[in-house]
């Protein structure tokens, strides 16, 4: 079974922090995705990575970076957490070709 | 700018109800339609997918309907069962990309 993990369930920063959320998934997949789920909104997708270094802004990156450096894993950060970046994110791994996604439990981030 | 609309955004049904999830777009390049299912605590999986070559797809109790001329799509859940209870979202994708836009996500609650 695929299987995307994510290094919290809940993380809790003050304004201002540097925040790292760390994915890793274990099916040597291509692609790898962040995203955010705010109630209404549905998912939104904060960085896209096609592979190793290689990365693609979604359609909300404003206040993210995201880092590559090895196939299974990939990073979100928050340079400087603000309180409207309260949410719950969710990665997410497939193959190339249009596959199934497989997400990871998600991190719900509180900033306080 | 959401490019799948998803509607409702709550649902109550009884079991053995029929409920019906809508989602309309606006982008004809879009060609593959994928419905996700998520569970409180759980990231989103795959349920049911489908092209636009076929009107209609049935997997055990849920059916994608597709009609390509009003460029809308939806899921039915038949003989619904409180473990249907999730919530479920649309998406859409065009050819030459692996990203996918989502809907704004249905709760459904399924009662018995």
């Known amino acids: 079974d695929v299987k995307v993990t994510q290094s919290s369930r809940y993380l809790v920063k003050r304004t201002g922090e540097k925040v790292f959320l760390e994915c890793v998934q274990d099916?040597?997949?291509?692609?790898m995705f962040w995203y955010r789920q705010d109630p209404g909104l549905g998912l939104r997708l904060i960085y896209f990575?096609?592979?190793?270094?290689?990365?693609e802004k979604g359609d909300i990156p404003e206040g993210y970076s995201v880092s590559r450096e090895k196939k299974e894993r990939f990073s979100l950060i928050l340079e400087s957490a603000s309180t409207n970046q309260t949410s719950m994110y969710l990665c997410?791994?497939?193959?190339?070709?249009?596959?199934?996604?497989?997400f990871g439990p998600g991190t719900r981030l509180t900033v306080l | 700018q959401q490019q799948v609309k998803q509607s409702p955004q709550s649902l109550i049904v009884q079991k053995g109800g029929i409920p019906i999830i809508n989602c309309a777009y606006e982008?004809?390049?879009?060609?593959?339609f994928p419905w996700y299912q998520q569970f409180p605590g759980k990231g989103p999986a795959l349920l049911i997918a489908?092209?636009?070559?076929?009107s209609e797809k049935k997997e055990g109790r849920f059916t994608i309907s597709f009609n390509k001329s009003a460029k809308q799509f939806s899921l039915h859940i038949m003989d619904s069962q409180p473990g249907d209870s999730a919530t479920y979202f649309c998406a859409a994708s065009t050819e030459g990309t692996d990203k996918l836009i989502f809907g704004t996500g249905t709760r459904l609650q399924v009662f018995p």
């Open positions: 982008n004809t390049a879009f060609d593959y």
């Open positions: 997410a791994s497939s193959s190339s070709d249009r596959s199934t996604q497989y």
């Open positions: 990575s096609y592979d190793v270094k290689m990365k």
């Open positions: 099916m040597d997949h291509e692609n």
């Open positions: 489908i092209r636009p070559d076929v």
